[in-house]
């Protein structure tokens, strides 16, 4: 079944306490891209990578880093994670930015 | 700055009534739009993918338009059902920029 998988689904941590959200795809898809969701403001770009070692700032990068190592998997990193960057996140794929996007479930994220 | 904008925010209807979600665009040089559905607490499902160069887009019950001179897309949902109810987001790809920017979403309830 083609999908996209995030782990965790949920996650509660503390502030400054470094956390990656992994994300992965079986489509063999070259284009990935992380978002948040905030109420009020819809989904916001975070990184976005056009294939393997490629990747590159959306809207609001800061506080996030990415990596691209292989072609299924588009980890995301908060080094020191901060109350503001409580939020859903969203990883998606595709075949490129302007094809069908396909969602990962979702990642609820609360920092105290 | 390029903006998606969606209307109404938030709708409620009776049963069985046709409906149309609105979602509009600032800049026209665009690749395609795309209309998802989110259930809460679940990830985006993609509905309609409509490219630059069509006009509309129908899967069942829904049919999507695009007018690109005017910036504007409708999601058009006859006989609306219960089962529809969700928040509706509209995603535009503009030629400028590898990504898509989303509209905040309306929220649809559909009373029995």
């Known amino acids: 079944e083609a999908q996209v998988t995030q782990n965790p689904r949920y996650l509660i941590t503390v502030t400054g306490k470094k956390l990656t959200v992994t994300c992965s795809q079986n489509?063999?898809?070259?284009?990935m891209s992380w978002y948040r969701q905030d109420p009020g403001l819809g989904l916001r770009q975070i990184y976005y990578?056009?294939?393997?070692?490629?990747?590159d700032k959306g809207d609001v990068p800061e506080g996030y880093k990415v990596s691209r190592k292989e072609k299924r998997n588009f980890p995301l990193i908060l080094e020191s994670p901060s109350p503001n960057q409580t939020s859903l996140y969203f990883c998606?794929?595709?075949?490129?930015?302007?094809?069908?996007?396909?969602f990962g479930p979702g990642t609820r994220l609360t920092v105290t | 700055k390029q903006e998606v904008t969606q209307i109404p925010a938030a709708l409620s209807v009776p049963e069985g009534e046709n409906l149309v979600l609105n979602c509009s665009f600032t800049?026209?040089?665009?690749?395609?739009l795309q209309w998802f559905r989110q259930d809460p607490g679940k990830g985006l499902t993609s509905l309609l993918l409509?490219?630059?160069?069509?006009r509309e887009q129908t899967s069942g019950r829904l049919n999507a338009s695009l007018d690109k001179s005017s910036g504007r897309s409708t999601l058009y949902i006859a006989a609306s059902q219960p089962g529809d109810s969700a928040t509706y987001l509209c995603?535009?790809?503009?030629?400028?920029?590898?990504?898509?920017?989303f509209g905040a979403g309306t929220i649809l309830r559909v009373k029995s």
């Open positions: 998606a794929s595709s075949k490129s930015p302007f094809y069908e996007q396909y």
């Open positions: 489509m063999n898809h070259e284009y």
């Open positions: 990578s056009m294939n393997v070692e490629v990747t």
């Open positions: 800049d026209s040089a665009i690749y395609n």
């Open positions: 409509i490219q630059s160069s069509q």
């Open positions: 995603a535009v790809g503009f030629q400028n920029g590898n990504k898509l920017v």
